[in-house]
């Protein structure tokens, strides 16, 4: 083992992107230089420890025990076949509940920091595995469209199939995603059960046309129609009633411009797409105005963030 101490910073996401709900999702990077993401340090130790700090901390469970990070290292240690005493610190700075991959963020973060810490003993699939089971545990059933983009970054399509999880996917490098986070907190594992155990056969062909057309027009390289194939028909339609003004401020912000808006993993937060600074300014306001609920709510303008977790 050659490090003292590290610190991995782990990026924000939104998930499903309006067109592919549970295999779709990118990480997110302010264009402001802010840091949306969560931040772990490890350093060594004689015995284990976990401690939280930042401006989520108070949301976090009370017992470090039920906090993900602890269970993340209780499942790397079970992995390595052995207990290793570190001590590890969470800055939590994602809100929780948020639709902002925020449980990802302290996944990932753990998951990578250990892993770097001890000399990469996993591999990119054992890695993501892990964080996958570790994200089901939280929300009620195991989806990677947090995970991924957050441990590998860009826009990543989930394939689960043939040994590989998820797959980068070219995207629009000058789209601006503005994203505007309420301040209210919706539960991923509530919103997931509120969404229909089967779909009718018209609803799949068209989710299909959608999220076909989307990646087609992403490997094509044209924006238009990307912009147009992003469309949710499978989530959007019973999740919106716990979004406040959701569909007005949808109408709003395409007279203003938006190329496409839609929920963010499982909200509250919207994401709206611009192809121009000056339009994304203009819509950025209009959110904080109009989607804003409370002093804990916030705005940020966005670029795919290509990186994924990293150490800092
Ligand atoms: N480090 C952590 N970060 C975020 N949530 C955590 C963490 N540890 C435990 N939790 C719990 O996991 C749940 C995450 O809620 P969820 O709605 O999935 O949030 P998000 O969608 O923002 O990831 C909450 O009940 C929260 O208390
Ligand atoms: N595909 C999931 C994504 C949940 O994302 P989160 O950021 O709200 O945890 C879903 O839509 O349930």
């Given at each position: 083992m050659s490090h003292k101490s590290l610190t991995v910073y782990a990026p924000a996401s939104m998930a499903n992107i309006s067109v592919g709900f549970d295999i779709l999702g990118a990480a997110i990077n302010p264009i402001s230089g802010a840091m949306l993401g969560d931040c772990i340090t490890i350093e060594s130790a004689t015995e284990f420890s976990l401690t939280s700090k930042g401006q989520f901390v108070k949301k976090l469970p009370k017992d470090p025990k039920y906090n993900i990070v602890y269970q993340c290292w209780q499942r790397f240690c079970k992995a390595m076949g052995k207990t290793l005493p570190v001590n590890i610190t969470l800055e939590k700075n994602m809100p929780i509940g948020?639709?902002?991959?925020s449980s990802a963020c302290s996944v990932v973060g753990a998951f990578v920091a250990l892993n770097k810490f001890f000399d990469?003993?996993?591999n990119q699939y054992e890695m993501l595995s892990m964080m996958g089971e570790l994200e089901g545990r939280i929300s009620g059933s195991v989806h990677y469209d947090n995970v991924a983009p957050c441990y590998l970054g860009g826009m990543q399509l989930i394939l689960d199939e043939m040994g590989v999880i998820s797959e980068s996917i070219p995207h629009f490098d000058n789209w601006y995603w503005v994203m505007a986070y309420p301040g209210i907190k919706v539960s991923t594992a509530e919103a997931r059960a509120i969404l229909p155990a089967q779909y009718q056969k018209a609803d799949c062909v068209a989710h299909g046309r959608y999220v076909g057309g989307f990646l087609h027009a992403c490997y094509s390289k044209q924006p238009k129609l990307a912009a147009a194939m992003l469309?949710?028909?499978?989530a959007e339609p019973y999740r919106k009633?716990?979004?406040?003004n959701f569909d007005a401020t949808q109408k709003k912000v395409k007279q203003l411009g938006a190329l496409a808006s839609g929920i963010s993993g499982s909200g509250p937060t919207m994401f709206v797409v611009a192809d121009n600074l000056e339009t994304a300014k203009q819509i950025e306001s209009l959110l904080k105005s109009s989607y804003l609920q409370n002093e804990d709510g916030f705005t940020h303008i966005c670029k795919i963030d290509p990186q994924g977790a990293r150490e800092i």
């Open positions: 948020s639709g902002l991959g990469e003993p996993f469309i949710d028909n499978i009633q716990l979004l406040p």
